[in-house]
């Protein structure tokens, strides 16, 4: 996921989130030890306020690049449509993010979520 000038989001399937910026060519590392549910993401969407929600194989994780901060979702909702599928996830015009999984659609807006 790129966002213009300054910053490449790459979601890894066994690394975490990797932060590059295209400016100093450097990497900043996102993962576990930063709170995220899981290393292995399937998928990234960011919402309209420049937060990005992943699909993990644990569940969704929240982050928050301007602070760093983490929120991890797994409650059954999330569980009943895992395990969720590589690559696979979509925002509608309306913000509406909606993540497959091998079990159906979890589909939220962003700004329902606490």
């Known amino acids: 996921m790129d966002e213009g000038d300054s910053t490449l989001w790459v979601a890894t399937t066994g690394g975490g989130?990797?932060?590059?910026?295209?400016?100093s060519k450097t990497?900043?590392?996102?993962?576990?030890?930063?709170?995220?549910?899981?290393?292995?993401?399937?998928?990234?969407q960011m919402d309209g306020h420049g937060q990005?929600?992943?699909s993990t194989s644990k569940g969704i994780t929240?982050?928050?690049p301007r602070t760093g901060n983490?929120?991890?979702?797994?409650?059954?909702?999330i569980q009943d449509v895992m395990p969720f599928n590589l690559g696979s996830s979509f925002?509608?015009?309306?913000g509406m993010l909606l993540f497959g999984g091998q079990n159906g659609v979890l589909g939220f807006?962003?700004?329902?979520i606490k």
């Open 70 to 77: 983490v929120t991890n979702y797994s409650d059954a909702e």
């Open 17 to 23: 989130l990797e932060e590059f910026n295209k400016g």
């Open 91 to 94: 925002c509608t015009r309306d």
């Open 27 to 44: 990497f900043r590392h996102h993962d576990m030890s930063s709170g995220f549910l899981s290393d292995f993401l399937c998928s990234m």
């Open 109 to 112: 807006h962003p700004d329902s």
């Open 52 to 54: 990005l929600w992943c």
């Open 62 to 64: 929240r982050f928050e």
